[in-house]
């Protein structure tokens, strides 16, 4: 071990303090460790008590029935529904916009003015509050459209929401591409299309899945813009197609937990139990289509 | 009239100047006598008919957007030689590699004057497609970059994507063996081209790059990130392809110019004029009797 003060050349010292140092460096270790151990606390706390509150309404039936004013028979059925159809067309709308996007800003569009706008706004459409959306959707697609209050007008409303996540993920993902690749392939002959089509995307792919699973899990736990647009709390069919009316798990969830009875709420703890399996499983798939493509590129 | 040299007269000739560099304070070193003894192997012929030239700059000018990054360069690029550029960093040799394929402009706001005739074409010419320039002018990068694909689809890729039709193994055979791969590799031809050696990887490169049957080889510093073993292979490769191909190197190392090159032309950027072309000529005279001052410092290593 080297003593805390050594001559240097010409005399100076270094104090070097070594212990302090190594304190600080462990000091800042612990305080990590208490944030990540305060933020699992947390959760765990909230997973426990929903849980404990949902087991006893958890059963199939409580999956496979519609909702009713009578607690013991009533069922996340609609809600289940509404929400795997209006994440399909949110996804399906969303996903293919936001990427031709990215890719259009990132790759062909120049650095101009034009696009620096386009780019601050973007990234500013990100953070406005989902009710304004809402608003928008209901203006737009509910009365200029004449979609109605129906599972499409609610899924365009979405895909708006999530869109400026999804671009500013997919271009972050298409930035991180090595332009070595895109040199390579262009240097071969190959036009910015083929360069695009087989290089840039196949190697962004699983960057771009991640943002759209950001983006997704955010949707599907939104509320707001689809109160504001017209879903139902009440809803005792399954949805049979985008211009069905619809009703979704946290509107459900939301409605059960402001009524008086107690057996409603275990029922709302139910409810979300249901809700982070299909969050889960949604992110699983995401996850495992990723790993998938990039083995594969 | 290409130069034929065996591994055992490279390595006689190479021999003195690893092992006593003579260079006072450059990092290349000057050429040495070895280099120039290899280099008198080279044509001696100084006028070129113009049916053996396959590129030529004619008063070429360029800016990335407002700053002057080639001055009036005026060359031309003979046929199955080995053509060398040279200079100190920042002389635009590298700007008027990527001026041959028109790469510069995919950095973007780029402006030109001038002419570059391939084959008598000038390859900025209105009704000239770029992507069809760099079909026929292949290009070869700093630092190997295959794609993080199978070596065979390495291979084809540029032959697929120009609509190719042909068999496919017979391509890929021929181009590895040109490229002094195919031995190595023969095995397992589905192995990740990443999964190579750097010196392996820029042979793929090249295979890559020749497949499409370029009618011009540019290579930009190919040899810089690799060990001097792969360094040495990587050099004797352009001289065999060099039988049936137009191969421009740019490079930094002086030694390396004298070694495979033909040809040299010798750059320099000063405050007035930015990338200039000083000289140009065989490297066997612009080693051994540098016309300009310029060239003469800059190759004895007394520059700055």
């Not at chain 1, 304190?23 to 765990?44: D, H, S, Y």
């Not at chain 1, 289940?80 to 399906?92: D, F, S």
């Not at chain 1, 101009?112 to 500013?124: E, L, M, P």
């Not at chain 2, 004619?58 to 009036?72: D, H, K, Q």
Request: glycine share 8%.
């Amino acid at each position: 071990m080297a003593s805390s003060t050594q001559v240097a050349h010409g005399g100076a010292t270094f104090r070097t303090n070594l212990a302090t140092r190594r304190l600080k460096g462990a000091l800042f270790v612990a305080l990590g460790l208490a944030a990540v151990g305060i933020g699992l606390l947390t959760l765990l706390t909230l997973i426990i008590d929903v849980v404990v509150d949902a087991v006893p309404w958890l059963s199939w039936d409580f999956i496979t029935s519609y909702p009713s004013r009578f607690a013991e028979e009533s069922g996340i059925r609609a809600g289940l529904l509404g929400t795997v159809w209006l994440m399909a067309l949110t996804i399906l709308i969303a996903l293919p916009l936001g990427v031709l996007s990215a890719v259009y800003l990132e790759e062909y569009a120049g650095d101009n003015r034009f696009t620096r706008f386009v780019q601050v706004n973007i990234a500013n459409l990100a953070g406005v509050p989902s009710i304004v959306y809402g608003l928008l959707g209901l203006q737009i697609f509910v009365r200029m459209m004449r979609l109605e209050r129906s599972l499409l007008a609610g899924a365009l409303t979405m895909a708006l929401l999530i869109l400026p996540i999804i671009i500013v993920a997919s271009r972050e993902a298409i930035r991180a591409v090595p332009s070595s690749f895109r040199d390579a392939s262009l240097a071969l002959g190959a036009t910015k299309w083929q360069t695009v089509r087989n290089h840039v995307l196949p190697y962004a792919f699983p960057g771009i899945l991640t943002g759209n699973i950001l983006a997704a899990s955010r949707a599907i736990g939104e509320t707001a813009p689809l109160l504001v647009i017209g879903a139902l709390a009440y809803v005792a069919t399954s949805p049979s197609g985008p211009l069905s009316r619809f009703t979704v798990l946290p509107i459900q969830i939301y409605n059960w937990t402001s009524l008086p009875q107690q057996d409603f709420h275990g029922l709302a703890a139910a409810g979300i139990v249901v809700l982070l399996a299909v969050l889960l499983t949604m992110n699983s798939i995401a996850i495992y289509l990723r790993q998938r493509l990039s083995r594969r590129y | 009239m290409s130069i034929v040299r065996g591994a055992e007269t490279e390595n006689q000739t190479r021999e003195p100047r690893v092992t006593a560099p003579e260079g006072p304070q450059m990092v290349d070193g000057p050429a040495t006598a070895g280099d120039i003894a290899q280099a008198k192997g080279a044509t001696r012929r100084h006028e070129m008919p113009s049916d053996n030239v396959v590129v030529s700059a004619e008063n070429f000018s360029l800016w990335y957007g407002s700053v002057r990054a080639l001055t009036n360069v005026s060359l031309e690029i003979p046929r199955n030689k080995v053509t060398a550029i040279i200079g100190p960093s920042g002389c635009g040799k590298s700007t008027l590699l990527r001026s041959i394929n028109r790469m510069n402009e995919l950095i973007g706001n780029v402006r030109t004057e001038g002419k570059v005739l391939l084959e008598g074409r000038d390859v900025y010419g209105k009704d000239v497609d770029p992507v069809e320039v760099r079909r026929r002018v292949g290009m070869v990068f700093q630092k190997p970059n295959p794609f993080p694909r199978s070596i065979r689809d390495n291979v084809l890729y540029g032959a697929k994507i120009n609509g190719y039709r042909g068999d496919y193994d017979q391509l890929v055979e021929q181009s590895l063996r040109q490229a002094a791969l195919w031995d190595e590799v023969k095995g397992d031809l589905k192995k990740s081209g990443l999964a190579l050696s750097g010196g392996q990887q820029q042979r793929l490169v090249i295979a890559r790059a020749i497949a499409v049957a370029p009618e011009v080889l540019l290579m930009d510093e190919p040899a810089s990130a690799l060990d001097p073993i792969a360094t040495l292979k990587i050099e004797d490769l352009m001289r065999e392809l060099a039988e049936n191909y137009t191969i421009v190197v740019v490079t930094h190392n002086m030694q390396q110019a004298a070694r495979v090159s033909d040809y040299t032309a010798f750059m320099l950027s000063d405050e007035k004029t930015k990338g200039m072309l000083v000289e140009f000529g065989p490297t066997q005279q612009l080693f051994t009797a540098p016309q300009d001052k310029r060239t003469e410092d800059y190759i004895t290593g007394r520059f700055g």
